[in-house]
């Protein structure tokens, strides 16, 4: 006798089926917690992840108009002391009509409008902007031409969505930690 | 042996795949009908175990590889790196590790259980052949292994063991310069270890391809030695086979798991634990406790190329056992005499591994030599002498007959009922 016979008859389930669902509901979580290993290393590892804590910047050195270049989990950030022209510029836009709708004031901390700190990838496909560039004086994608304004929000070309921000803060009016 | 009942597919996708590629019923015909002998004990199991750890230690050694450094610089603190900050990385390096050593310990028992119930004779001597071209692939493959974490352990076992070559007369030195890609073990050495390594276990995979395809061609050896004559003999290797398989699977996995969490580093040598320093040899080498009973016949001879001939010899020697074996009847169970013989050449195998722990001093190399002799002398003196003259016990007429003393087929009444039912 066979133990893959099927019955036909709507019975009742048997022990031995029970038994069966039991032995392979319980094979089932062992292979998954055997293999979970196996997937989970692929995760970032301790250090990778202790490489990628905050990072404190000084914001002293940089003049006004000035754009710098640091990096936070391996990831450009452009820190852009903007000048009153490009914070004006940034301020008197029609949100409504942006593609991506963002008012500079959140993009900015209250208090620090001549602060822009944005990561330095475009949204299209990833490569850096260049700074300082394009017709609102904004950023530049070279790549395909993705233009942004001095709020780092997209306005012409392929890009969705506006220059992605970082989590920061300001430690003191000189000093901000990223991350 | 032919599959009895042919694959009929009920799913309508099986039946399409089927008339493409006929892997359906090849899985089926090989695992789910096969003909398995009814008397088959847990020794049996250990082929299944075989091919379950060679798994593991695939998919442990993929994800190893993706976090170590094959660079003599870095190799060493990459398995610190491992074993401290990649995710479960302690425990996928303690699962290869030790999963080498239970790959062997499985393998050891499988070649016991074949020498013990006569598997290798005919018509199972390219079987047999196949499994002895195995276990040389895996004992390379573990040797390169061991030298990836480039501690004290892993760089004197290289050189130690690449050193062996110039024992071979006229070219023995161009031979281990050659190996070395240098003039000592370096950089070069390392990384064409790593590149093998990888590549060696899906050799094995392909050898293990043709190994249970020659099994499936001659069919299984059985705890009687005879032969299958009829369906009674036998019962499909699914369900029978399979749970039996997955059972000692299960069990086996216990004394893995055992190691794993509890004694990790209890098989391996603390040494390895210190950067390799190429100005420093360690006072006492060993390689792993798989390799110490080979260990201890290379030392056991005084003389250097005749201590590697021997070590070779010792491997060789296995591939002719099908015809060392004078013997006519298969299985120790109806072999008394040999089946002494046998035993005490398991206790002189394990004898040489202890020996391979001890230093080459006194006593341990006395017995080692008198255990290397009785080694040399099983296959080449005892076997082809005790299969002439051993007086044999009658063998049962069928398999059925000798697992339930009747010889009734499958579903008959049974014998008067005892006490109660199950």
Redesign the interface.
Same mark, same amino acid.
């Given at each position: 006798?066979? &133990? &893959?016979s099927a019955t036909e008859s709507a019975t009742e389930p048997t022990r031995r089926d029970f038994l069966f669902i039991a032995t392979g509901a319980a094979a089932a979580v062992g292979v998954i917690g055997a293999l979970w290993?196996?997937v #989970?290393?692929?995760?970032p590892? #301790?250090?990778?992840i202790a490489a990628g804590a905050p990072i404190e910047v000084d914001l002293s050195p940089i003049a006004e108009g000035q754009v710098i270049k640091v990096f936070w989990r391996s990831k450009p950030i452009f820190i852009n002391h903007r000048t009153k022209k490009q914070i004006t510029d940034a301020q008197d836009v029609d949100v409504a009509k942006l593609r991506d709708p963002q008012p500079d004031s959140a993009r900015i901390k209250a208090g620090h409008e001549q602060w822009q700190v944005l990561i330095a990838i475009c949204t299209h496909l990833g490569c850096i902007p260049l700074a300082d560039q394009g017709p609102y004086d904004g950023y530049f994608c070279p790549c395909h031409g993705s233009v942004y304004d001095t709020s780092g929000r997209i306005r012409q070309g392929p890009a969705p969505l506006n220059l992605a921000l970082p989590p920061y803060e300001f430690v003191s009016d000189t000093k901000i930690r990223i991350g | 042996m032919s599959a009895h009942a042919t694959y009929q597919p009920r799913n309508a996708f099986m039946r399409w795949l089927e008339r493409r590629l006929p892997i359906g019923g090849l899985v089926y015909s090989s695992f789910v009908v096969y003909p398995t002998p009814r008397n088959l004990n847990y020794w049996w199991t250990f082929g299944g175990i075989l091919t379950f750890m060679l798994a593991v230690q695939i998919l442990t050694g993929i994800v190893l590889a993706m976090h170590y450094m094959p660079h003599v610089d870095y190799a060493f603190d990459s398995v610190e790196h491992i074993m401290r900050d990649v995710n479960y990385g302690w425990l996928l390096r303690y699962a290869h590790a030790n999963g080498a050593s239970m790959f062997f310990l499985a393998a050891y028992i499988h070649v016991f259980r074949g020498m013990y119930y006569g598997s290798y004779k005919e018509p199972r001597e390219v079987l047999w052949i196949l499994g002895v071209i195995i276990l040389i692939l895996m004992i390379m493959t573990g040797f390169m292994g061991y030298v990836l974490p480039w501690g004290q352990m892993s760089f004197w076992a290289a050189t130690v063991i690449t050193n062996l070559f110039s024992a071979i007369p006229v070219v023995g030195e161009a031979i281990v310069t050659w190996l070395w890609g240098g003039y000592a073990v370096g950089e070069p050495t390392l990384n064409r270890f790593y590149a093998l390594h990888y590549l060696l276990p899906f050799v094995i995979v392909g050898v293990v391809g043709l190994h249970i395809w020659a099994l499936h061609v001659a069919g299984q050896n059985n705890p009687d030695g005879i032969e299958p004559q009829s369906e009674h003999d036998t019962v499909a290797f699914t369900p029978y086979a399979t749970i039996k398989d997955s059972f000692l699977i299960i069990v086996f996995c216990l004394l893995f798991a055992w190691f794993v969490f509890y004694i990790p580093n209890f098989l391996g040598h603390p040494d390895n634990y210190i950067p390799a320093n190429r100005s420093v040899t360690p006072a006492h080498i060993v390689p792993e406790w798989y390799y110490l009973p080979f260990y201890a016949i290379l030392r056991a001879i005084p003389n250097k190329l005749l201590g590697v001939i021997a070590l070779a010899a010792s491997l060789v020697v296995l591939f002719f056992l099908p015809w060392l074996d004078t013997s006519r009847v298969r299985s120790a169970r109806y072999r008394p005499v040999y089946r002494q013989f046998f035993w005490a050449f398991v206790v002189v195998c394990i004898g040489l591994g202890w020996l391979g722990s001890k230093p080459p001093e006194g006593n341990y190399v006395l017995f080692a030599r008198i255990f290397t002799v009785y080694y040399f002398a099983y296959f080449l003196i005892i076997l082809p002498v005790l299969g002439r003259v051993e007086r044999t016990k009658p063998l049962p007429t069928s398999i059925a007959q000798a697992v339930l003393g009747t010889g009734l087929p499958i579903g008959a009444p049974a014998p008067p009922p005892s006490a109660h039912k199950a």
């Open positions: 006798m066979t &133990m &893959m290993p196996l #989970a290393q692929m995760n590892d #301790a250090s990778t | -």
